[in-house]
Each structure stands twice: as C-alpha cells, then as structure tokens.
C-alpha cells in the first residue's frame, strides 16, 4: 500500500525513516520501566500542542506528529494531545486510582480488573509506555459527538495514515476484544507494529506485577485479549 505524503511517496511500515534503535526496545523498555526524562529517545511535546507541560514521545512519534498538526491546521483542525508517554509507575498510579474506586464494587479481583480494562490499562500493559501512543483532543467520548469532535475525527480517519498514525481501538466488532474503542488514541505504527512484536516475543507474565489485581493478568490473559487485540491496520 502506497500512500502520498506531500511530495514524496511513504510506503506503509518500511518508508518512514526512523531514528528510533529498536535494541533499545528491552524488556523494561517495554514495560514501561524507562525513563524519558534522561533517555535520548525522547523529546517534549512544545506546549501549544499538548494539554499540559510536561509530556513526551519518541523523537520519531513528534516528527510525524508534528507534520500532522500542521497540515490539519491549514485544514482548519486543531490536534492537541491530552495524553502521550507514560512509564510503569504512571500507570500504576492512575491504576490504583481506578482499584480504590471500583473494588468494593465488585465480589473478586478478577471482575474489579476487567471493569477497569474496559478503558484502562494495567500498568506493564500500556502501549502508552512505548512512545508511540498519543490521545488526541479529549478522552470523552461526548467530546467526539460534537460538531468539532466529528470534524475532527474525520479528518483523522482520512488522513493519519499518511503520517503513520493508525486509531488503536477502533470499533470492538473488528477486533478480537479487548479496550473499548478509543476515537482519541492513535498510534505511530511504523514504531509500534515492531514494538508489538518485540513484546510478543519478550514479556510474560513474570513481568506484569507489582500492583493491585496484578494476579488476575494471568487469568484474563492480558497479552492474548488486550495488548494482541488491536485493530488490523495498526498491526501490519
Ligand atoms: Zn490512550
């Protein structure tokens, strides 16, 4: 598949050409044991196109991105990222966040996880770790029924793959389960797709602990149903 990129071709997956040093992409990398103040990586989102100060992507994730935000601009979109990099304990601790609030909810470990998982990640779990991941505008879906939100997300679906990004969760009918669908969250797939392989081949289950409900990651096979369950296009 051949996509045109303003004056030169990019072809999917092999013609984005990337800085990133996958042999840097270990274990810990993947889990979100990094640290992207201190990592070479990694550069901060300038404010005007993100929510708040401090947020971070791959180097190569923020080219691409940024010549998304300027194009979108002359069409008179405006992509803001809410949300970008996050490390393992991050995670954990929006994580835990979400446990204290529905635990009592629920009779096991086991349910109160897969309610959190409707939307939310366990932490080692995050594709939010690697980089590569930016939600884009609001994490609400009412944001995304709205005249701008609509416009938005067209523009998105028209033309992020020109830049590599694909929606990560798109519509759960395509995919094989996992997180509901995510209009906002969007992946740099010339990274990710090789970042998912990698961790495929590298994580188990001895590397998913160290928070609350961690034992039930094994039971719902979080690799299997959540991490593996994207959508196509993302993972090609
Ligand atoms: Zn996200």
């Given at each position: 598949m051949q996509i045109q990129v303003n004056n030169f071709i990019a072809k999917r997956d092999n013609s984005f050409s990337l800085q990133f040093n996958f042999a840097t992409a270990t274990t810990d990398f993947l889990t979100g044991?990094?640290?992207?103040?201190?990592?070479?990586?990694?550069?901060?989102?300038?404010?005007?196109?993100?929510?708040?100060?401090?947020?971070?992507?791959?180097?190569?994730?923020?080219?691409?991105?940024?010549?998304?935000?300027?194009?979108?601009?002359?069409?008179?979109?405006?992509?803001?990222?809410?949300?970008?990099s996050r490390t393992f304990d991050e995670q954990k601790n929006l994580w835990e966040d979400k446990w204290k609030k529905n635990r009592s909810k629920f009779k096991t470990e086991l349910e109160t996880a897969k309610h959190i998982m409707q939307y939310n990640s366990m932490p080692g779990i995050s594709r939010h770790?690697?980089?590569?991941?930016?939600?884009?505008?609001?994490?609400?879906?009412?944001?995304?029924?709205?005249?701008?939100?609509?416009?938005?997300?067209?523009?998105?679906?028209?033309n992020a793959a020109k830049y590599g990004f694909c929606q990560t969760y798109d519509d759960i009918i395509n995919r094989t389960g996992g997180y509901k669908e995510e209009k906002w969250h969007w992946s740099f797939y010339p990274i990710s797709n090789t970042l998912l392989n990698l961790y495929n081949q590298k994580v188990n289950y001895t590397h998913i602990k160290g928070f609350s409900g961690a034992g039930s990651a094994d039971e719902i096979d979080v690799i299997k149903n959540y991490v593996l369950a994207i959508n196509n296009e993302c993972a090609e």
């Open positions: 044991k990094m640290n992207y103040y201190t990592d070479i990586n990694y550069t901060e989102i300038p404010k005007h196109q993100a929510y708040r100060e401090d947020m971070y992507l791959l180097k190569d994730t923020y080219y691409w991105f940024n010549k998304m935000y300027d194009d979108a601009k002359k069409d008179g979109i405006t992509l803001k990222i809410v949300s970008a770790h690697w980089g590569t991941e930016i939600d884009i505008n609001s994490i609400n879906d009412s944001y995304f029924k709205t005249e701008v939100g609509k416009k938005t997300y067209n523009w998105l679906t028209a």
